[in-house]
Each structure stands twice: as C-alpha cells, then as structure tokens.
C-alpha cells in the first residue's frame, strides 16, 4: 500500500514537473532544457557546487549570445528567466519595476526565526518594502553622509597605522582580512553605536565584536555552514520557510542587537546625539511616526532601527571590504596605474595643507579615483539583481507573458563584461571603459539599477574614498607570491572573490 502511494505520488511529481519543463518552449523563449527532478543542467552544476549560484547567469549570457532573455529549469521545474539584454534590464530594473517591486531571497525568511532579518529592506515585499525605503533614504542624503566622513577618516588613519606596525615586512598580505577590519570598524562606529577598536586592539584577530560581525558574514573565508544555509533559503525557500530555518547566525546577530538597543537607550538617557547612522534612522522613523496617523510603539520602533542598523552593517562592510580588496589587487597588478592614483591623491593632500582627512567635496572629486573603483567592481563579475514579478508582465520583445511569481535575475555582471558596452574587457582599463559619462548610467550595475538600487552606494563610495586615500598615500602596493594571475571566482566563496584569494605586498613609501 504504502509503496503504491510513493510511486503514485512521484508518477504524479513526474508529469507535474514534465509540463513545468514546457514554459519557455510553448512561450517561444531561448532556454536550457530541464531533466527530473533538479532542472537544468547548469542548475544541477550548482546545487553540486560545481559552479557558484551566480555564474548560472554568467553561463547562461555567454552560451546564448544573441538572445534578450533566457529561460532555465530550477528544481522541479521552477521557471527563472535570466535578462541578458541592457534595453530589458532598463525595463525591469527602472520602467517597469512596479512589475518586478521583490526580491525572491524573501521567500524563505520565516519571522519567528529571523525576528529582524525579516523588518529588512533587503527582504521586505511590496508597500511595506516602500514605506521603509523611504523612511531609510534620508539617512543617506550627502548632507548625512558629508557628516559621518569624520568618522570615516578616522578609522582609514587607524588602518594607516595597523598596516605600519603590523602588515609592513610580510611578504603578502591578505587584503580582504584588512579590510574587513576597516570597513567592520566603520560600520560598527557608525551603525551600531560602538567603538570595537579593532585596529588599535593588541590582539585584532581576538576582538570580539570583529569576531561576531565575521561569525555573521561567514568570515570572508569559505564557510560552509554559512553558503548552505544561503543556498537553501534562496533555492528552496518553501523548506527554509516551513524548517523555521534562521538565514545566518542568531547569536551573532543578537549580541549586535543588543549593543545597537543599548546605544538607542544610552543616547536616550543622556540626550546626546551623534552624526551616526543610528541617530539618522531614529529621526527619521519619528519624523516618519508623526506623520502616520496609526503610529508605532517605542518597541516597535526600537525594533525597526536594530533590524535597519543591521542590515548597514551586514549590507555595507563585506562589499566595501571586498570592492577595497580588489581596488588594492589591480594596483598592485598595474604599477603606472597606481602611480597616476597615488600623484592625484597626493596632489589633493597638498592641496588640503598635507592633510590626509579629505572632505566630501574633496574625495568625490578624486575622478581617476572613481574610474578605479568602477573599473574594479566592473572587472569583479559578480553582481546579484533578482526580482520576483510580482504582475503579470507582457514582454514584447520576447512575444511572451512573464507570469506573476516567477524568478527574473538581470545578467549584470556580465553586461558589465560584454564588448558590446566595455571593448577589450578583460583589460583593467579605468580611463578607457569609465572616461565616456554616458556609459556609466546605462551599463554599469555594480549598484543595481532603479528604484531597488543600492541604498548605500553614496556612503560607500567615501568608505572606499578615504581608505584609498590614507593607505596609498602612505604605502606602495605590489605583487607577491600568493597574488593570482588567473580571475576565477571561488564557487564557495561567501564573499564571492576569486580563487586564492586577493593578496599582495605592501611597502613604505620614501
Ligand atoms: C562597494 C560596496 C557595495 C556594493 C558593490 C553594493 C552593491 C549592491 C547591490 C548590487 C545591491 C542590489 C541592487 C539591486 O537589486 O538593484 C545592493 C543593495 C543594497 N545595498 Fe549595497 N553595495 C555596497 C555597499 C553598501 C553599503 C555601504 C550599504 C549601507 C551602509 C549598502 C546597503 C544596501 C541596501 C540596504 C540594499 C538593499 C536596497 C533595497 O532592497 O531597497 N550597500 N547593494
């Protein structure tokens, strides 16, 4: 009995699945063949870690060259549609993003499992992901960021300092463990109300808050609690759902909680107020409380500023560490390259009385600077855009209906890498693909596009900025041993960098 019923229900899975696999065939759209029960092949690729969840859509760009959109099979049967053409994304992304508002990684996060996890933009769906978007967006206007850069500087000089007395001498330097101190010692001064110290503790590597934001992000090495877990929540959502499965670490999460819910109390006891982000979420959610008619409780709110200084913190520190690392390895790789950065860099100091700490106005005018940074994040290839059509959406284009509820992932990373957009684009060319201003809002989606775009992007920009600044000023980078030649991005990577990782050499400068 018992048997006939498993066979009949995996019969009944089987034709289920069958007809699923017949989407993209009956709607007339390129697409990669699905096989019982895991889907495409690319797709299994995946799933047996052969391949990174990203370079589904790298694969998937680089075998259909011509085609606006491809279709694959997840597993059983689950349609995704990957946006391979510019003009498409632009539709998806910023025309018709009312179409496309969700990000399908929200479907797996159940909220008694990820009490703040769930109040994050990130993850948040429809109104609700609007109203919070537009509570959040003040909190990075320039005037509010021109006030963390302070700050900032202050932890770049820190840096400056660390690499002098600790890094000096070593024969290669892992920038991505460097840098994850700087940019986790910025996001914890300015998004959760602390000062970790990291950089100037005598034992770095043992400071505990550095310790629990890396137990949060995986450790920038790979980690394969951590990438499980990812992976389940996006591929099989219902299961991480249902499992009450919490998407990272809950004890990490809660002891950063707890500090950013102190910080809250503290300035709310002694009145005193701080150009962070913290203060800037707080205000703006009272401005935004006043203004609604329902309110929210002290609670509720409080509630809402942990989840939000969170997700700064989780949103911020591993790219910009990641965007810092790469910057430091095409210096390195490219020695004229670094000279032309380090004399406008130095011609800015002068400028400023041969002060270090540049203002706003100062490092966003660092333009060689800024092709640097785009170039890297260009040259990276790895980019996450995925949106759920949440309406019905007639392409024209393609002649075809996307239904709501299916999975849409925009082909950034490698329209970023197509000849069409950047010519010569394995070449680091900062000048040549980012001299041209009209290229740089069409093709460039290292920061997403349209209203879902990066939120942080300004703020990251002066992360970035200023470590640039105080590091290169002082401190030659080159190749060493451990510096790869070949740019293949680690499938297991939580941070998505490549395969042996980012290191290079630092010295002195005379
Ligand atoms: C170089 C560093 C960074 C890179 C490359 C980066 C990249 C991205 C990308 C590709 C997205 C998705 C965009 C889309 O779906 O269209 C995103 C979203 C987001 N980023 Fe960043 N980011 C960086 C730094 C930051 C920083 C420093 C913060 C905040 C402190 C931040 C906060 C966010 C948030 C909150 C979202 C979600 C926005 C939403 O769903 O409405 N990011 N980022």
Known sequence: MIGTLVIATVVLLYIFVQRRFRFFEKNGIPFEPGYFPFGSLIYWKMITGQVALFSI?????????????VGYYGILGKPHLVICDLDLAKKVMVRDFDHFVDRPFADGIHPDANKYFCK???????????????????????GKIKATVPVINQVASE???????????????????????????????????????????????????????????????????????????????TIAYYSKMSAFEPEPINFMGALISNAIKDRQATKVKKSDLIDFLKDAIKEFEQSNPNGM??????????????????????????ALSIVMHFMAKNPDLQEKLYREIKDAIEENNGNANLDYTTLNGLKFMGSVIKESLRFWGFNFLDRTCTKDYHMPELNATIPKGMQVTVAGASIMQDE????????????AHFEDESLYPAS????????RNCIGMRFAYMVVRACLVHTLANYKVEPCPKTITDW???????????????????????
């Open 159 to 237: 840096l400056a300092d660390y690499i002098d007395q600790r890094v000096i001498g070593e024969t290669s330097t892992d920038n991505k463990d460097i840098f994850q101190k700087y940019s986790i010692e910025v996001l914890g001064r300015l998004g959760c109300g602390v000062e970790p110290k990291i950089l100037t503790d005598n034992n770095p590597d043992k400071n505990v808050f550095y310790q629990k934001a890396l137990e949060l992000s995986g450790g920038g090495k790979p980690n394969l609690v951590t990438v499980f877990k990812f992976i389940v929540t996006l591929i099989f959502p």
């Open 420 to 431: 069409k957009f950047f010519p010569d684009t394995q070449t680091f060319d900062p000048e």
């Open 120 to 142: 994050m933009l990130t993850v948040l769906k429809g109104d609700e992901w609007k109203a919070i978007r537009n509570l959040v967006s003040p909190i990075f206007t320039s």
């Open 297 to 322: 409780s002290e609670g509720e709110i409080t509630e809402l500023i942990i989840a939000n200084g969170l997700l700064l913190f989780f949103a911020g520190t591993d790219t910009s560490s990641s």
């Open 444 to 451: 460039f989606m290292a920061f997403g596009q349209g209203p």
């Open 57 to 69: 859509t790298k694969s998937i760009y680089e075998k259909h060259p011509n085609a606006k959109a």
């Open 488 to 510: 293949e991005i680690d499938p297991l990577h939580p941070s998505a960098l490549p395969k042996g990782g980012l290191y290079v050499k630092y010295t002195r400068r005379e």
